[in-house]
Structure formats: structure tokens, C-alpha cells
């Protein structure tokens, strides 16, 4: 699944909120979620952990010593930040890395990782291949033209649960509105063309997804409407942990409201805030066994 929003808060608020808030504890980490990572950056020098003052001064529209770099950024806010792509794995993908053991969760994430990167590419090569900004004047007339990027500049958030806690695998990749153009200056991005495509790029996640599960790890993929399961998982266990689903058909149902813009208007509606938890505790409440690299499929029902 993909979901997409724009980041509607100041850049110094969006950094916070991702460096910090979402770096809570997580019981499925047994520990904290794991920093954020860059993705094409590298013209910058970043890499490794996200730190909260270099995205505040990318969201910006400013490098990371913060010189403006395009023409509405610096301190003022005029300029928007982003726009957050969040990939999600299926229910049951969920989990299978929530009771996996080590080597098992390494190669999910991996699949999921590498599933998002098919995406990004996507995205990068195709969707947004005419989408940087380039604004100039002549004569009063303001014209604005579309260029191709060098790359997309993202910075990645990946966490291991719903804020209802249940197991919900799931990647938050802000897009900045930052690109470099090939002839090396920088603009703004027009992202329009990825909300059109959302249906495309996410089914390209997933039919990766779907791929690097069933032909590299073996596991058994069935098709559930347009998206897929691991047939191993039962149905009823799926339901019993997907309060933030039901959450969200529930308040659509409320309202009559259908439709992929509905269920993230929804989804909004409903958020919570995601609490802090003793991980010893939930762990030793809901001991099981670790479902293996052999595919030993772990007994749902002690969950």
C-alpha cells in the first residue's frame, strides 16, 4: 500500500517530528525505531543517521549549512517542505517479521527496502521525470518550465508498528521538494504527477514485494484484491491486528465516504498519538515461537 501527504507543518517542526517522535519505543525493535536514513543525498555528503538539523535546513530549501538553494527557501516558511510517500507492507508480511527470528526479519526488511527503491526509481525515472521547477521573469511575464532531476532527494523513516501497536511494517519517505537539475543549480519539485500515479507505484512495491518473498525466501504469495498475503497467515489473525483499518472503515462508514482520498481524510481524522510502551512487558505477555529462515510458521493464536 502507498499513501501519500503533503507535509503541512514548518520545516523545524517536520524535522522534530521525524528525528524525535518517531524514534519512540516500539516493542517489535525492542528498543528505539531505527534513525532515519537519506536517499540521494550523497551530493551533500549525507548518509547514515538523519540528523534533525540537516533535514530542517533540506526541507528548507537550503543544503545542509543552510544556503538557500531555490527560490522561496530559507527561514520564512514560504517554501513547502515535502511531501511524505508511506509504503507499507501487507498485514500478513507484518506478521511474519513480527515473529520472525533475526535472520528472517534481516531478509524482510530487506525485501521491503529493496521493494521501495523499485518504487523510488519509478518515481524518480518516469513520474517525476519533467518535474523540477525552473521560475524566471522577463518583461513582468513570469514563466515557469519543467526540467528533468538528477535525482529525488528523500529522507526514510521505516517503523515496525501501527500506533494501535499492532505489527504494521511500514516505510515514511519524504520526498523534499529540493532537486538538483542536471546542469547542477537546484529547484522545487512538482509532485502532482505522483499523486496521479499512486495506484502505480505502489502496485510496483508490492508486485516486488510479492516477488523477493516468494522466489528468494519461498514463502506462499496469494493474490487479495489488488494487493497480495502470505497464504500461511490466517485470515482472523489479520483482523484481529489491524485495529488501525478498522479504525479508519469505521469512521468512513460513519461519514458515507469511499474512495482512496476519503480513507486518508479518515485516516487523519483518527490518528492518535503513538504511545510509549514497556517493551519487556509486552514481550514476555506475548511470548511465542520465533518463526525461522526454514519457515517453521509460528502458532498465530498465542499472540
Not at 197 to 211: D, M, N
Not at 219 to 237: A, H, I, Q
Request: aromatic content about 8%; charged content about 30%; glycine content about 6%.
Amino acid at each position: 500500500m502507498l499513501s501519500i501527504s503533503a507535509i503541512r507543518m514548518s520545516a523545524d517542526d517536520a524535522a522534530k517530528y521525524y528525528t524525535n517522535e518517531f524514534s519512540k519505543e516500539d516493542y517489535y525493535t525492542k528498543g528505539q525505531e531505527p534513525k532515519g536514513v537519506w536517499r540521494g543525498a550523497d551530493i551533500f555528503a549525507l548518509s547514515g543517521p538523519i540528523r534533525e538539523r540537516d533535514l530542517s535546513n533540506l526541507l528548507k530549501g537550503c543544503s545542509p549549512d543552510g544556503t538557500k538553494l531555490v527560490r522561496d527557501g530559507g527561514t520564512k516558511n514560504v517554501h513547502r517542505p515535502g511531501w511524505d510517500f508511506t509504503f507499507s507492507a501487507p498485514k500478513s508480511v507484518s506478521l511474519v517479521y513480527a515473529r520472525a527470528d533475526d535472520d528472517l526479519r534481516s531478509k524482510i526488511l530487506d525485501a521491503h527496502d529493496r521493494s521501495i527503491e523499485a518504487a523510488l526509481g519509478h518515481l524518480e525515472r518516469y513520474t517525476l521525470d519533467q518535474s523540477v521547477r525552473r521560475v524566471s521573469s522577463e518583461n513582468g511575464i513570469r514563466t515557469v518550465k519543467r526540467e528533468a532531476p538528477r535525482n529525488i532527494i528523500a529522507a526514510k523513516f521505516q517503523h515496525r508498528s501501527s500506533r494501535e501497536m499492532d505489527p504494521q511494517l511500514h516505510t515514511h519517505t519524504l520526498i523534499l521538494n529540493l532537486a538538483e537539475r542536471l546542469d547542477g543549480s537546484f529547484g522545487g519539485i512538482d509532485v502532482n504527477q505522483g499523486y496521479k500515479e499512486a495506484k502505480a507505484i505502489g502496485a510496483i512495491y508490492r508486485s516486488e514485494l510479492a516477488s523477493i518473498l516468494e522466489k528468494e525466501l519461498g514463502f506462499s504469495v496469494e493474490r487479495d484484491r489488488e494487493f497480495f498475503r502470505l497464504s500461511d497467515v490466517p485470515y482472523t489473525v489479520e483482523k484481529e491486528f489491524s485495529k488501525r483499518r478498522m479504525q479508519i472503515e469505521e469512521a468512513m462508514e460513519k461519514r458515507g465516504w469511499q474512495g482512496r482520498e476519503a480513507s486518508e481524510k479518515a485516516a487523519l481524522l483518527t490518528r492518535g498519538t503513538k504511545p510509549n510502551v514497556d517493551n519487556d512487558a509486552l514481550l514476555s505477555d506475548r511470548k511465542s515461537t520465533r518463526l525461522n529462515s526454514s519457515h517453521q510458521i509460528i502458532s498465530y493464536a498465542v499472540f
